[in-house]
């Protein structure tokens, strides 16, 4: 039998499907990893030091096979929009809360990062890429604000597609929406 591109090996549809189908089953679950209760316990602690719901932090965690050791933060993300008068109070209950995680900023715009660290709670702050950045630049930038982390233990939270991009060409963990995140 031929199998075309794109083909994800499932079973067939010829005759005897019932069963293939079962076994194909029955080894897919095998391969899924069966935690012990109490490390299923820490993830939920520790997705909810990070702010973030269990899905979202099991996601990043097994495509990563890494904790989330950083967060960058797009002021965008923040909603530090110039004028800028005060961090939104949501922004900033929410920043308060994380623990045992950097909070790196990515200052835009007109923005520079004293006054971004004056107003929020974050332990860092870099000038985020320019609007047309090539993805070589954009992973400079990128590298330079996560200094010696490693990448693919860094999520972005992000409001647009642009800022979706920066995550794809620097190869962090992912990418979560303001919106969702907040």
């Known amino acids: 039998m031929s199998v075309g591109l794109g083909h994800n090996r499932g079973p067939s549809l010829e005759a005897g499907r019932g069963w293939r189908a079962h076994c194909w089953g029955q080894a897919r ?15 939920v602690r520790r997705a909810a ?3 973030l719901d269990y899905k979202t932090y099991a996601g990043v965690r097994a495509t990563t096979g890494r904790d989330i050791i950083a967060f960058l933060f797009s002021t965008n993300a923040l909603r530090l929009l110039p004028p800028i008068a005060q961090l939104p109070h949501d922004r900033e209950s929410k920043l308060a809360t994380i623990r045992n995680c950097g909070r790196i900023a990515l200052v835009q715009g007109q923005l520079d990062r004293q006054t971004v660290m004056s107003l929020a709670p974050l332990d860092d702050a870099h000038p985020a890429p320019a609007l047309l950045a ?11 604000a ?37």
């Not at 090539?134 to 330079?144: A, G, N, P």
């Not at 996560?146 to 620097?170: Q, T, Y």
């Open 29 to 43: 679950a095998a391969l899924l990893p069966v935690l012990p209760i109490e490390v299923v316990r820490m993830r």
């Open 49 to 51: 030091e990070l702010g």
């Open 134 to 144: 090539s993805d070589r630049e954009v992973r400079s930038i990128l590298r330079d």
């Open 146 to 182: 996560i200094g010696a982390l490693p990448k693919d233990a860094v999520v972005l939270i992000g409001d647009s597609h642009l800022e979706r991009d920066w995550c794809a060409s620097a190869r962090l963990a992912g990418y979560i929406s303001a919106d969702r995140y907040f």
